[in-house]
């Protein structure tokens, strides 16, 4: 299907990112998978590219680009089953809320910085007792005269190892249930903070993804992001971009599986014929083809809407749960298709497979996902 979302801009931009993936990402992914995370430098090129941040306004040194933009380049680096660098999480959700919630004075001070890739961001939400569960949160941010003093745990932090830079989701009132929590930035060398183990993983193996200690971490009131109290709610209206994020991933992966599977099939030869020839592989291909159109058309169609500012939180939470439902079913039928080499690690099947699993999970559960549509449709 012929895209309409994309000026020549757009497609410029498109060329020069799947070339920077092609040259500085891909042929150094297995290197940074043994490694268990990717090279500072890689940020630092990236930021120097253009790549980093791209709707950032021009007076906070970025581009001042559409969301298009980073989409383009997140599908970049899903064509090439690059999974590795989280450049997503940092230009498209951790600098728009730095973007729409913080003062001028951070904004000046951190924005050049995350642009350049000269700052790693990270947002740190989840805890070992609460996942997609946010109001019950157990780290606490205690106002104490000018400061407030960090304590707490948080868990499967993505930047976790390299960030400068923590989004930190805090209980300012430990009794204020969603009302109490608060955004802080933390500083990546704050006495008392420190990173855990780099967590070890099923997929997503060149992605830093780690635990992070607030022992009596004490920063200024000044790094407040936003209002104090509304934490929860800038969380809630950042969510609709963020499940956008991980359907504009999905779609691609999609796509790209199908193209790995039907190269492979046509190539593989199993009772004197390609594996392609075989009914149940074509009619199996058919199915994955169809998934992958009507998925991109919805996607597309989602991409549009939150260009004009109309994406809602229920058909965001829709186009998340479906594309990565769609995925998990496409990957499997696709390592399938692959026979035992779809198994293999050194196939990209293989890892795609292993990678995506958490594409369920991540930005809100399926069946969180799925709790927002019941109540949209079923409200009064």
Not at 284 to 313: N, P, Q, T, Y
Not at 347 to 357: E, L, Q, V
């Amino acid at each position: 299907m012929q895209r309409e979302l994309f000026s020549e801009e757009h497609n410029l931009f498109r060329a020069s990112a799947r070339r920077f993936v092609e040259e500085r990402i891909a042929p150094f992914h297995a290197q940074w998978e043994k490694d268990g995370q990717v090279s500072r430098e890689v940020w630092q090129e990236a930021g120097e590219g253009g790549f980093l941040c791209c709707s950032v306004p021009e007076e906070y040194g970025g581009a001042g680009g559409d969301f298009l933009f980073g989409a383009i380049f997140l599908e970049e680096l899903a064509r090439a089953g690059t999974s590795g660098p989280s450049f997503h999480l940092h230009s498209e959700i951790v600098a728009p809320y730095i973007t729409a919630y913080g003062t001028e004075e951070q904004k000046k001070h951190w924005l050049p910085k995350l642009v350049k890739g000269e700052a790693i961001a990270a947002v740190a939400m989840s805890e070992p007792g609460a996942g997609s569960d946010l109001q019950n949160i157990r780290t606490t941010a205690i106002a104490d005269g000018d400061d407030y003093v960090i304590n707490g745990q948080k868990v499967f932090i993505s930047n976790g190892q390299l960030a400068d830079l923590i989004v930190v989701a805090c209980k300012t009132d430990p009794n204020a249930g969603g009302k109490g929590v608060s955004l802080v930035l933390v500083e990546g060398d704050r006495e008392g903070f420190s990173r855990g183990r780099n967590l070890e993983k099923v997929g997503y193996k060149a992605q830093d993804t780690s635990e992070l200690f607030f022992n009596d971490v004490r920063v200024p009131k000044s790094n407040l992001l936003g209002v104090e109290g509304r934490g929860f709610k800038q969380l809630m209206q950042q969510l609709p971009q963020e499940r956008l994020v991980i359907a504009v991933r999905s779609a691609t992966s999609i796509e790209t599986a199908l193209e790995w599977t039907v190269e492979y099939t046509k190539e593989r030869k199993a009772f004197g014929q390609s594996i392609a020839e075989f009914q149940n592989t074509r009619f199996k291909l058919a199915e994955i083809k169809s998934k992958a159109v009507m998925m991109r058309a919805f996607v597309d169609r989602c991409i549009a809407a939150h260009l004009k500012g109309e994406l809602d939180s229920v058909t965001a939470a829709m186009a998340k749960m479906q594309s990565t439902e769609v995925l998990w079913d496409v990957l499997d039928d696709c390592v399938q298709l692959h026979g035992g080499y779809g198994y293999m690690w050194e196939y990209p099947i293989c890892r795609a497979w292993a990678d995506n699993r958490m594409a369920r999970i991540a930005g809100g559960t399926t069946e969180i996902m799925k709790e927002i549509i019941s109540r949209d449709l079923l409200a009064d």
